[in-house]
Every structure is written in C-alpha cells, then in structure tokens.
C-alpha cells in the first residue's frame, strides 16, 4: 500500500468521528483543481506500511476512524488487505473516491469493509473529460452500487467556477436520488499547471451563490447541503 501523507488527527473529515487521514499515491484523474497535486503521479516519498500500523495500535482509544484518501485509493492493489488489518484494530473506516472503480468499491462492499463513503461527481458527464482528464461514466455505476448497498455514504461536487447553475441540474438529473449530497466551495489550490493558470484563477461563487444554487438542486436531490 502507498502511502504518502498522514495527518494525524481531524475532526472534520469523517462525520461525527475523530480520526487520522492516510494519503495514497497516485490517481488516474487529472481535476486542473487537485489540492494533491503531488500525488497524481506520486512523489515516491513512502511512509511504509510498518510505521502507518505502529501509529495505528499508539492511538488505539484515541482515534475512532480511519479515512482512506488520495490520490485514488482504489488503485490500490493491495486495499482490500489493509483496510482488513485497520478493521483489526477496531477501527471504522471512511474511504474517499473519485468513482472510478466500481469494482473495487463492490469488493469492499462485500467484505464489509468501509463505514462511510464520499465520492466526487465532478461535472456533468458530457464535461467530465474537461474537468478531470477522464470520463465520468464509471462514476455513475459505482454511486448506483453505493445506494444498492444502503451503506452511509455522500456524493460530493466541488463547486469550481467553470460549472454554471445549468450543469449542476444536469448533474443532479443525471444522479439517482442520493441520502446526502454536498456542494463544496471552490478553493484555489497552491499547485497547479501553467497552462490551467486562467481557469484557477476564475472568480469563485460566493457561499450565498452556493446556497442558492442547493435551493434550485432540492427541487431533483432533496438532499443536498453546503
Ligand atoms: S480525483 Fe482527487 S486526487 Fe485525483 S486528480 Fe482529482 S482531485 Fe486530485
């Protein structure tokens, strides 16, 4: 398992848990806004397996959770283990991803693995490739799966300038009903392309602009909150 980064204690991440945060290396996404940016392509600076555990087993009753994020966890080849070994230690698990692969979310599904999962729905399909150098269609299938499951889990949009009120309801259309679905403010990464300099540094909506956009969505996602 590659592991990059390790924040040691948030109480915001993981709903109602307190919790450390683990950072895989490398994602199959390229969202112009990643706030990870090292880890796309992973910056080779492991944190090994043993040091991750002997933390782990220190703050056993103290931390509740831990949250499994990235890069993309579910490239990963070797997930399924280590969130078992986590689980082991008496730890509930939050796993965040871009829903690229639906087939691993089944596996951890079906080995009861994860309590809690957010996963990004970026842009409308049809703007997917735009915004994250990839294609949005795995995305819908692996939330599908997540709602089948009745496992707690959040579908959650960051609200970057480029998408307008017409792409959200169309996200929101193209979205089953969702148990919960959060609109994330738009924050100007320190790291970014040269070349994607324009569209990082457009004007973010305003909080109030992204309340009034969840009050125009609740008409087709009853859930959504900012
Ligand atoms: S999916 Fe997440 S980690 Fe991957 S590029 Fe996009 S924002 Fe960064």
Redesign the pocket.
């Known amino acids: 398992m590659l592991i990059e980064g390790i924040v040691k204690s948030s109480l915001i991440d993981f709903p109602k848990t307190l919790s450390c945060i683990l950072f895989t290396s490398i994602?199959?996404?390229?969202?112009f806004?990643?706030?990870?940016?090292d880890?796309?392509k992973g910056s080779g600076s492991i944190i090994s397996e043993d040091e991750i555990f002997s933390f782990l087993k220190k703050r056993q009753g103290l931390l509740d959770g831990v949250v499994i994020t990235?890069?993309?966890p579910t490239l990963q080849k070797d997930l399924i283990p280590f969130m078992s070994k986590i689980k082991a230690l008496g730890y509930k698990i939050k796993l965040d991803t871009?829903g690229s692969k639906p087939e691993v979310v089944k596996n951890v599904l079906e080995e009861n693995l994860c309590d809690y999962f957010a996963v990004?729905y970026?842009a409308p399909q049809d703007r997917y490739f735009e915004i994250?150098s990839f294609p949005g269609t795995k995305v819908l299938e692996t939330i599908n799966i997540l709602l089948e499951s009745n496992v707690d889990f959040e579908a959650r949009t960051t609200v970057v300038p480029q998408l307008t009120l017409e792409d959200l309801i169309t996200m929101a259309k193209e979205l089953p009903k969702l148990p919960k679905y959060v609109l994330n403010k738009y924050v100007k990464p320190k790291k970014f392309l040269e070349k994607d300099m324009e569209r990082i540094n457009a004007k973010p909506y305003s909080p109030d602009e992204i309340k009034e956009m969840a009050n125009v969505l609740r008409k087709y996602q009853p859930y959504v909150i900012t």
């Open positions: 994602c199959n996404f390229d969202c806004y990643c706030h990870n940016r880890l796309i990235g890069g993309e871009n990004d970026k994250c």
